[in-house]
């Protein structure tokens, strides 16, 4: 017999497992047991009475367990064993850090298989709880976002904070990447955050293949993590290959980053959105907030000369942003462009400036 039984999972998500049976709707009872089980680990988990979380699943178990280990911060131990595991996983993995593990075979009975297949996953994850993290050198974490057109400026920003005493942990702006760095400000891991390349909200806007959804840029805000901005790789939209670029979109400038990545330029209308969004959010952050703007050009590929080389549109999303920003959020302009050492540095250095206010 289980300690929880599923009424009182299914209770802690505002529903009732019988009337869930009776009303035969698969989605419904899954979202509801779901949304149970996220509320029960977290209980488990803030009471101290939780070390790891194992689970094994179709598609449907799957979800619900996903939806459970992703309540719970990264560091905390997470396996999930599922059919699911060869497949497409971001919808299970999310922003944190759940290990899955191809079950081979579906689950159903145990056989000479999955026996084998549950013992080590039973292994995986005593070994994960019982495993003693290792002893750094105790330096604040900063993490830092960073894109290929924006390498130069995040790795010289990186340099300078490690000179400052941090560890900085940089994040490839693919989606995942924007998620896994709000995660960690959201569960309290950061000192302070150098968003230096914003690209994920182009694609979440126009409908490119990189977007980290719709709260991208508010976690460290809410969290009250000292945070310094800029607008990195706003120039662009991303798709995957050329023949992959959605029709609609033929006719504008697009350039071919490599076999596998097209990327498309923002136009005027769409930067100057895309100034209007980040300056709303910025405005709504509860920490000591800071944006640089790079009036020399926002990437690699938006400097004269460059195929992204658009001054309008630029102008564009600075102006939106300076109009919806308020007078809470430090406005820095400075004539580099984003990955002159120059501006890397004085970004380092206002985050460090904020970190130790903060502290202070």
Known sequence: MPDIGREEVARAGGADVVALAAARDRGAAVAAMGAG???VVRDLFAAGRLDGIVALGGSGGSSIAARAMRALPVGA???????????????YVGAVDVTMMYSVVDISGVNSVSARIIANAAAAIAGMAQATPPHLDGRPLVAASMFGVTTPGVTRARERLEELGYEVLVFHSTGSG???????????FLAGVLDVTTTELADELVGGVLSAGPDRLEA??????PQVVSLGALDMVNF??????PPQFEGRNLYVH??????????K???????????????????PTAVFVPLGGVSMIDVPGQPFCDPDADEAL????????GEAVELHERPEDVNDPAFAVAMADRLHELIQEAAR
């Open 240 to 245: 995957g290959p050329r023949d992959t670029v």
């Open 77 to 91: 131990p997470k396996l999930l064993v599922s059919t699911l595991a060869a497949g497409d996983t971001r919808p």
């Open 318 to 325: 600075i102006r939106a942003l300076k109009e919806e920003l």
């Open 37 to 39: 089980a996220e509320a």
């Open 269 to 287: 209308d769409e930067c100057a959105e895309l100034g209007r969004v980040i300056g709303r959010k910025l405005a709504a952050a509860a920490s």
């Open 258 to 267: 490599n076999p596998t990545v097209t990327l498309m330029r923002t136009t």
């Open 178 to 188: 924007g998620r896994s760095m709000e995660a960690l400000a959201k569960d309290g």
């Open 220 to 225: 460290a805000g809410a969290a009250g993590v």
